[in-house]
């Protein structure tokens, strides 16, 4: 099966930018998800094929996915982005959606 | 306004069975494919099933294959989850979630039911 590999939390100050790695085997060779989900709610897509934004995530959020890694950046980070993210993929090999294990994001 | 509402969690003993339904409203339902996805408690999101919009294929992670079934009722704009054999390690909260329209991501999620399998 594939696997997708998240660090399980990472630290920003306000106003820093903030990187979330992903790593798969050849994860640059699939289309890399990111979604936010904060304490109690569901989660929210907020980067979708790679680098695309959905309607309504600022603009401080972007992605990248290259070789076997994809990042997930935010920019200017806001105390209410303090949360989990999950990567995902699809393999179409095993038609499995993969999901990462999850980064909690401290903002502090 | 896109809506998942999901509906039939409960608790039920290990071996049991449960049915999960979810409602779907503010959308062209047979255009999208759909998902199960779930989360243990203080645990992170898996996979569970997804059907396309047309009712096939349908994938099903390994932990669940043969005991679960995904189905959808395209006239009642419903999604559903049969789940027999039920385990402890099955207890989650479980979502409702679309497929996006482009690729194999979700871009619309319910709120979940709470599934707690438990003697």
């Known amino acids: 099966s594939y696997d997708l590999t998240q660090p399980p939390s990472v630290s920003v100050s306000p106003g820093q930018t903030a990187s979330i790695t992903c790593s798969g085997d050849?994860?640059?060779?699939?289309?890399a998800n990111w979604y936010q989900q904060k304490p109690g709610l569901s989660p929210v897509l907020v980067i979708y094929q790679d680098k695309k934004r959905p309607s309504g995530i600022p603009e401080r959020f972007s992605g990248s996915n290259s070789g076997n890694t994809a990042t997930l950046t935010i920019s200017g980070t806001q105390a209410l982005d303090e949360a989990d993210y999950y990567c995902q993929a699809w393999d179409s090999i095993s038609t499995d959606w993969v999901f990462g294990g999850g980064t909690k994001l401290t903002v502090l | 306004e896109v809506q998942l509402v999901e509906s039939g969690g409960g608790w039920v003993q290990p071996g049991g069975s449960l049915r999960l339904s979810c409602a779907a409203s503010g959308f062209t339902f047979t255009s999208y494919g759909l998902n199960w996805v779930r989360q243990a408690p203080g645990k992170g999101l898996e996979w569970v099933s997804y059907?396309?919009?047309?009712?096939?294929?349908?994938y099903y992670a390994d932990s669940i294959k043969g005991r679960f079934t995904i189905s959808r009722d395209n006239a009642k704009n419903s999604l559903y989850l049969q789940m027999n054999s039920l385990r402890v390690e099955d207890t989650a909260v479980y979502y409702c979630?679309?497929?996006?329209?482009?690729?194999?991501?979700?871009?619309?999620w319910g709120k979940g039911t709470t599934v707690t399998v438990s003697s």
């Open positions: 979630a679309r497929r996006g329209a482009e690729f194999y991501y979700i871009d619309v």
């Open positions: 059907i396309s919009d047309s009712g096939s294929p349908i």
């Open positions: 050849n994860l640059g060779g699939y289309f």
